[in-house]
């Protein structure tokens, strides 16, 4: 098999996914997954498309990651882990994959701060006199 690569966006997260045929080991930035989220529920997060399609320790997944925080990162490398999954097999894995929304990148993002205002929506207090 050869090497499958996917991109996976998240608010300003941007993953970088490689995908190639196996043990399972999960390499972010260089770092073993395990030391790069300390925390189980993210190690869940980005490990979710293969429980789901039942290909846990089938591939091994070398991952760049930039930007964001570790949540957004997280979900960026779930979206790209789909995305690649599908490159490898469409028929077996895309729609189980949808149907949990693993393919629909969330496009909510941060709205920016206008000026003369403390933030994007709330407004300094308002004085008569």
Do not use: H, W
């Not at 498309?49 to 089938?58: C, D, H, K, S, V």
């Not at 149907?99 to 008569?128: H, I, M």
Request: proline share 2%; aromatic share 8%.
């Amino acid at each position: 098999m050869k090497v499958v690569n996917a991109l996976g966006r998240r608010k300003s997260a941007v993953a970088r996914v490689y995908v190639v045929a196996g043990k399972g080991n999960i390499t972010i930035n260089g770092r073993d997954i395990n030391d790069y989220f300390a925390a189980e529920s993210l190690r869940y997060i980005v490990n979710q498309p293969f429980e789901l399609t039942g290909t846990a320790g089938q591939f091994d997944v070398k991952i760049n990651v930039g930007g964001g925080g570790v949540k957004g990162q997280a979900e960026a490398i779930r979206l790209g882990i789909s995305r690649a999954l599908c490159e490898v097999d469409r028929e077996a894995y895309r729609a189980v994959l949808k149907a949990n929304g693993f393919l629909t990148r969330d496009a909510r993002e941060v709205e920016r701060k206008k000026p003369g205002q403390p933030g994007a929506r709330k407004r300094f207090q308002f004085s008569k006199r």
